[in-house]
């Protein structure tokens, strides 16, 4: 299989250590760790929201550690999605047109492939008829629940067509139903083809992901492949 992401010595400030590992396109890989780990910022430093003190971050054959800010937000946008416990919805849109959001500023950058607004519409519809929300498009987001809004997070992350789907405890702000549900939903991604890198301190969520790193102190202490 092809190595998508590969991160190589990677250091930042004394929280991460000479990290290094890589993640196949097409896995579901968790990082797992207590709080105050290094997981988080291990997450903000290889998707090139932050940079890191030293070491490489490799995607899809483009080394983005150093890359100026601008190409480094084009990248993200492109070619990563983004799903975080805090949801960062925004309260005066409705819930198609914060699904909308990224796939609208993707077509305003140079060289970018444009989709017409009804294909933005279609590509949006289309993804919220796939997790189970069409019939919410015109809410507004304190008219959903909150598993409902994470999903909605889901299909603004992919909406792009990203290369890689970065989760940070996507199930952190649900209850357990909710929670189980996303998961779910993330496993079947998966099984479609989606690369997905997910933290978590929760062995149950981490249990849904095909390989698990273990990171302590900035450091991954072992790798450890799921059963199932």
């Known amino acids: 299989m092809k190595k998508l992401l590969e991160v190589k010595n990677l250091c930042k400030d004394g929280i991460l250590h000479r990290v290094s590992f890589a993640v196949e396109a097409g896995e579901m890989v968790a990082v797992m760790g207590p709080s105050g780990s290094g997981k988080s910022t291990l997450l903000y430093n290889i998707a090139g929201l932050d940079q890191p003190t030293a070491g490489e971050v490799w995607l899809d054959g483009t ?36 699904i909308l959001l990224p ?26 008829k796939k997790l189970s929300i069409e019939e919410l498009a015109e809410r507004d987001i304190t008219q959903v629940s909150g598993g409902q809004l994470q999903r909605a997070c889901i299909c603004r992350s992919m909406i792009n ?15 357990s139903k909710s929670g189980a549900q ?13 690369t997905i890198v997910m933290i978590t301190h929760d062995e149950k ?23 199932s």
């Open 182 to 194: 996303i998961m779910d939903l993330f496993r079947k991604l998966n099984e479609e083809g989606v």
């Open 103 to 128: 796939a609208v500023q993707a077509q305003k950058g140079k060289g970018t492939k444009s989709r017409s607004k009804d294909v933005l519409i279609r590509d949006a519809k289309n993804w919220m």
């Open 63 to 98: 080394e983005i550690a150093g890359l100026p800010e601008d190409e480094k937000a084009a990248l993200r946008l492109h070619r990563m999605g983004f799903v975080f416990q805090q949801m960062n919805m925004l309260s005066n849109l409705n819930l198609i047109d914060n």
């Open 161 to 175: 067509a990203p290369k890689i789907l970065f989760a940070d405890e996507p199930t952190g702000a649900l209850d």
């Open 205 to 227: 969520i981490a249990a849904h992901a095909k390989r698990t790193l273990r990171i302590v102190d900035g450091e991954i202490l072992k790798e450890k492949e799921d059963a």
